[in-house]
Nanobody
Framework: QVQLVESGGGLVQAGGSLRLSCAASGRTFNIYIWGWFRQAPGKEREFVAGVSRSGINTYSGDSLKGRFTISRDNAKNTVYLSINSLKPEDTAIYYC??????????????????WGQGTQVAVSS
């Protein structure tokens, strides 16, 4: 089993920045992919960014790629999501996830076996 704990969310003004952390514990040696997803009020959960074991980063789209950065610290078993130039539409619960296997796109939720409890990000205008 793998346990994921997110932190770093909060209330920020538009234009501000945040760095979300996802600390992993347990049998992390067999994790193949790490991902960040978010769910805004009244919307479905969506993929934000992911990183593979080989270090390849993937982002949801060009607009997010410019403001969102996923990174990881293997020594600390921690994955980060840095968000710059926050916008009110970034308001959501952000979830960290980890998957053990390869296969379909890194943005596919079905690839992920473990999920954190989420951390709330609220952006005021």
């Amino acid at each position: 089993q793998v346990q994921l704990v997110e932190s770093g969310g909060g209330l920020v003004q538009a234009g501000g920045s945040l760095r979300l952390s996802c600390a992993a514990s347990g049998r992390t040696f067999n994790i193949y992919i790490w991902g960040w997803f978010r769910q805004a009020p009244g919307k479905e959960r969506e993929f934000v960014a992911g990183v593979s074991r080989s270090g390849i980063n993937t982002y949801s789209g060009d607009s997010l790629k410019g403001r969102f950065t996923i990174s990881r610290d293997n020594a600390k078993n921690t994955v980060y999501l840095s968000i710059n130039s926050l916008k009110p539409e970034d308001t959501a619960i952000y979830y960290c996830a980890a998957g053990r296997s390869g296969g379909s796109s890194i943005s596919d939720e079905r690839r992920y076996d473990y999920w954190g409890q989420g951390t709330q990000v609220a952006v005021s205008s």
